[in-house]
């Protein structure tokens, strides 16, 4: 899997970003996953990340806790659009064998967030 997203965020808490938090968030990824006799890669079969990933958008919640000074746990969940195409293959002998393309079109839950920040420096 390989992922790159930007997201803006509005904090709630009396301390610097720590407590609930909404924002909104656009991604693009590339996945190749496989279950059992069956395979799912998106995009085409090139090697860039430039090469037809899927992309998303959508809105998120999340609370942040203040563990140390410098130190937060954040938890987020995202609600959004998510498409792009991918290719259905199954393994035979080793090799990826193409089956069908498909376009994928899904609304839902788009993004689970657990993230432990760190901040560098002397001044809160």
């Known amino acids: 899997m390989q992922g790159a997203e930007l997201s803006i965020r509005k904090y709630f808490g009396n301390d610097i970003f720590t407590g609930h938090h909404v924002g909104i968030y656009s991604q693009l990824l590339r996945y190749d996953v496989r279950m059992g006799q069956r395979g ?3 995009g085409g079969s090139g090697t860039l ?3 037809h990933p899927s992309w998303g958008v959508g809105a998120e919640y999340g609370y942040s806790v203040r563990i140390a000074d410098r130190l937060r746990l954040d938890l987020s969940l995202g609600l959004g659009w998510l498409t792009g195409r991918y290719m259905v293959y199954q393994p035979v002998d080793g090799h ?3 089956r069908y393309m498909r376009q994928r079109k899904w ?3 788009s993004r689970l967030g657990i993230t432990l920040s760190w901040f560098i420096g002397k001044k809160r």
Do not use: A, M, R
Request: charged share 10%.
């Open 49 to 51: 990340f430039t090469d």
């Open 40 to 42: 799912y890669l998106s």
């Open 107 to 109: 609304f839902g839950p």
């Open 96 to 98: 990826s064998v193409f």
